[in-house]
């Protein structure tokens, strides 16, 4: 029986009192749903039917019972797991389908070991309609009702893709790609109704959940091939590839690539595939291995994926000989190019020729060589006109051969008649079949009695044999051919060595042949020296006093005033050394510059000299002034103190003599002169220097802390001597500046709260007067402990001892706190020279006795030395 038939009796059969709750059949889904952008795994779905229909196959009246089939699970609601199919990737136009064997089977009214109430609802399918609706279907089996007394069994049926329920969708809720619908209504069709008669289309049914996991349509996969319409092929030809890709609906282009030997490119623009196939053809393929491949691009990279040929179609390019006539021509080693060397008669040459086609030039005269064989090339060395070639008519007038030669193959010349062979070997030049040859010749003039030809110059020239004409094959290169060129000598000599700055060297030139005329440039290095010198019987002289300090290497160049036949020629360099003038400096400036100072010491230098040359510096008062001083005593003490031996120096390694001298803080302020004397070498150096005057000034640091006192507003006193001194002091704790203050009247002060911790306080007086010195006080280190407590909060709040409230450290309360000095230390501060005083509570002990005072100013002062450039 049909599935058809089946269906018909079991509404023929079915009966009001057969069910209390609502009927179920299903209607079939399109078994090939056209897909959406995307696919669905792993779906689930809970439904119950109708909870009025299970209960009814449970109760009393069918006696019946419920099983589940395949994987389906629950009791009601039942629930399915793994369904698959596609759907949008924002989850619209979902079709899905569970197992085709998941589902729930119902049987009641039993009649032996079977039930005359037997219905399978299997393979659930939904499809979303729209955004709001959607269509629920089964695959429906049983056996026709045929009442509920006994014995009464009906035939089985079975029927695919039921229609059974409509679905009333709410918006889904999404979690990434995946989306649900929750409980929603159900109501049953009218194909559903003709499953379970009792219940009318539209009747209500148990809501439905179902889950729909949406991932992207994977890209089909793609193939490509390519073939060649030839394997070998000549340069120039050709060949069409054919790329094939399957499958052959898929969309796209095709771009074809070469590999070489020299790389990989593209070959060809994009071409459409029409039915899988692309097709380009190319004549431009390069000699060689040629390796064609084809790669195919889809349209729509979500529909196709993209493909490359995993086999290349390969393609041999044979070079097409082209002939391009060319000659080289080389001195006798057949290695360097001749160029502009000159040549000469009895000199020899090599030509090298390629590109010489050793079957052109058939036809021609026919003697000696006959017309039907090719007639070779002549290669001439002489005299040719500027126009000279026989393919432009120019008359064999134009062209004067001095020595010649006759380019054939072998083959050509064993086939010349043999009376004629011997007067064409004599000249034979062998042409290869690569089109190359080489032939050695030896210069010599022409045959002077023939009329020059017009512009002519000499060189090598070939040209077709014969009589033919052959333009390609019309080929020279000049040459520089000529009477022997004279070569020259030439050597320089200095008449010193070495010398001091601006003393006179001669140098002496020495040009051989000395009969050639020309001139001498004398060069330092790459710099001329002076304008070209005239050579005069073979000599040219400079004297300069121009050489710069250091090793000079002196080069003289000849050039001849006939520079097309004489070559010009350079010395070897000879090194001249000039050495500096000595001078005396001071402190490592010129005198001028310095300004020397009283109680300062200062480097006299003088040089350079000769190492171990030995010197007396002495001081002496400048010409006829007297020493003048601030006192009548200081100046009678400088009359006495020059001339002043500073003391003996010998010359080191350096060329320098160096000796350093203390100048007395009560030295006279004026000018003087400062000498070396050489006492092992006639040397005498002096210079003038200038003594000014200056006073080293010293800064003292005194404050107002005091041992168990307080760190907060402690005054400190910077006191500078001379009383006098103008200028500012910078007052620092720890290095950091916290007040910068003018002297006046001998003092600066500044006040400071004192952190907790070693709190090390310098004042640095900074002069404004040039006649006195910067200095720095010694250093006040004063230690500063703290104690606190904290309310509503940690116990350490306020600890840090500034005084005021702070958090607590390990709560939110808040806490007060005192600071108090503990020690008070003087030390001479970093990088300055004075007296240090340490310790603490011993400290402590002497304050209290009263000796702070005479510590605080004991500091010796730090003089800075200023050097001003006049």
């Given amino acids: 029986m049909t599935a058809q038939k089946n269906w018909r009796r079991v509404l023929a059969t079915a009966t009001t009192g057969l069910l209390v709750a609502s009927g179920l059949a ?4 399109a078994a090939n749903a056209a897909p959406g952008d995307g696919v669905v795994a792993d779906a689930t779905l809970s439904w119950g039917v109708k909870s009025s229909f299970r209960n009814y196959i449970t109760g009393t009246i069918a006696n019946g019972k419920v099983t589940n089939l395949g994987a389906t699970t629950g009791s009601g609601p039942y629930a399915w797991a793994g369904g698959s199919g596609t759907a949008n990737l924002d989850g619209s136009g979902l079709e899905i389908a569970f197992g085709e064997n998941d589902g729930v089977h119902f049987q009641g009214h039993a009649s032996g070991d079977d039930y005359s109430l037997d219905l399978s609802l299997t393979q659930p399918q939904v499809k979303v309609t729209s955004a709001s609706t959607a269509e629920l279907y089964f695959d429906v089996d049983g056996r026709e009702f045929a009442g509920a007394q006994a014995g009464a069994v009906g035939e089985r049926y079975s029927l695919d893709d039921v229609h059974f329920a409509d679905i009333a969708l709410p918006a889904p809720s999404a979690s990434g790609s995946t989306y649900t619908w929750t409980s929603a209504p159900t109501t049953l069709t009218t194909e559903g109704a003709k499953a379970l008669s009792q219940y009318p289309a539209g009747t209500a049914l148990d809501p439905i959940t179902f889950t729909a996991p949406v991932s992207a349509v994977p890209a089909t996969e793609t193939t490509t091939s390519i073939a ?3 394997s070998k092929v000549t340069q120039g030809d050709s060949v069409e590839f054919t790329a094939t890709v399957a499958p052959a609906e898929a969309a796209g282009s095709v771009t074809f690539t070469n590999r070489t030997a020299n790389g990989v490119g593209e070959i060809s623009p994009a071409i459409p595939v029409a039915n899988g196939v692309a097709k380009f053809s190319i004549d431009t393929l390069p000699v060689g291995a040629n390796a064609v491949e084809a790669k195919f691009t889809p349209t729509d990279a979500s529909a196709f994926a993209a493909s490359t040929t995993t086999t290349s179609a390969t393609v041999t390019v044979e070079e097409q000989k082209v002939w391009a006539p060319k000659i080289d021509v080389y001195l006798e080693d057949g290695v360097t190019p001749v160029g502009d060397t000159r040549v000469s008669a009895g000199d020899k040459l090599v030509v090298k020729g390629q590109g010489f086609d050793p079957e052109a030039n058939v036809g021609g005269r026919g003697m000696p060589i006959p017309n039907t064989l090719p007639q070779g090339t002549y290669v001439v060395f002489g005299e040719f006109a500027e126009n000279w070639k026989p393919s432009a008519g120019a008359a064999s007038t134009q062209r004067l051969s001095a020595t010649q030669g006759w380019v054939l193959t072998e083959d050509t010349l064993n086939a010349i008649p043999t009376q004629y062979q011997g007067a064409v070997r004599g000249q034979w030049v062998e042409l290869n079949a690569d089109g190359s040859f080489e032939w050695t010749a030896t210069l010599q003039d022409r045959d002077a009695a023939k009329p020059a030809p017009v512009d002519g110059s000499y060189g090598v020239f070939t040209y077709a044999a014969g009589g033919v004409t052959n333009a390609a094959q019309e080929q020279e290169v000049r040459l520089n051919y000529g009477a022997p060129i004279v070569k020259t000598s030439t050597t320089l000599q200095a008449d010193v060595e070495s010398v001091r700055a601006g003393a006179e ?13 020309g001139t001498v440039q004398f060069s330092n290095g790459s710099a001329a020296l002076g304008e070209p010198v ?17 090793a000079n290497k002196i080069t003289a160049e000849f050039a ?4 097309a036949d004489v070559i010009g020629s350079k010395s070897d360099a000879v090194t001249v050394t000039v050495a500096a003038q000595p001078a005396i400096t001071i402190d490592g400036e010129k005198p001028a510059a310095v300004a020397v100072r009283q109680g300062e010491p200062i480097e006299f230098a003088g040089g350079p000299f000769t190492a171990g040359s030995e010197f007396e510096v002495w001081i002496d008062a400048a010409g006829a002034m007297q020493p003048v001083s601030l006192s009548s005593v200081a100046a009678e003490a400088a009359e006495d103190a020059v001339p002043l031996k500073v003391g ?7 060329g320098m003599a160096a000796i350093t001298w203390n100048v007395p803080a009560d030295f006279a302020p004026g000018e003087y002169v400062v000498s070396f004397r050489g006492t092992n070498v006639d040397e005498y150096l002096d210079a003038d220097f200038t003594v000014s005057q200056y006073v080293l000034s010293t800064t003292t640091l005194t404050s ?12 400190f006193v910077a006191t500078i001597a001379p009383e006098t001194a103008t200028g500012e002091v910078t007052f620092t704790n720890n290095g950091v500046a916290f007040a910068t203050v003018p002297v006046a009247n001998g003092t600066a002060s500044a006040t400071a709260d004192l952190a907790v911790g070693s709190n090390e306080i310098v004042a640095t007086f900074a002069s404004s007067d040039a006649t006195v010195s910067d200095s720095v006080s010694d250093a006040l280190v004063i230690t500063v402990t703290g104690s606190g407590s904290g309310a509503g909060g940690a116990a350490d709040g306020g600890a840090d001892g500034s005084g005021s409230a702070g958090a607590g450290a390990n709560g939110g309360g808040t806490g007060a706190g005192t600071g108090t000095i503990d020690a008070v230390v003087t030390k001479p501060a970093a990088g300055a020279k004075g007296l240090a005083s340490t310790g603490g509570a011993d400290f402590a002990g002497l304050l209290a006795g009263g000796a702070l005072a005479l510590l605080l100013g004991a500091g010796l002062m730090v003089a800075r030395r200023r050097i001003t450039a006049n």
């Avoid at 005239?534 to 300090?549: C, K, S």
């Avoid at 003996?648 to 350096?654: A, C, I, K, L």
């Avoid at 107002?704 to 402690?714: K, T």
């Fill in 26 to 29: 299903l209607a079939p889904v």
């Fill in 228 to 230: 060649a319409s030839a």
């Fill in 505 to 517: 060297v001669t140098l002496t030139a020495d040009v051989t042949p000395a009969d050639q005329a």
């Fill in 534 to 550: 005239e050579v005069v019987d073979g000599v040219a002289t400079l004297t300069t006093t121009e050489l710069p300090l250091g």
């Fill in 560 to 563: 001849p005033a006939n520079a």
């Fill in 648 to 654: 003996d120096v010998t010359v080191d390694g350096s």
């Fill in 704 to 715: 107002s802390a005091g041992v168990g006192g307080s760190p907060n507003g402690v005054e």
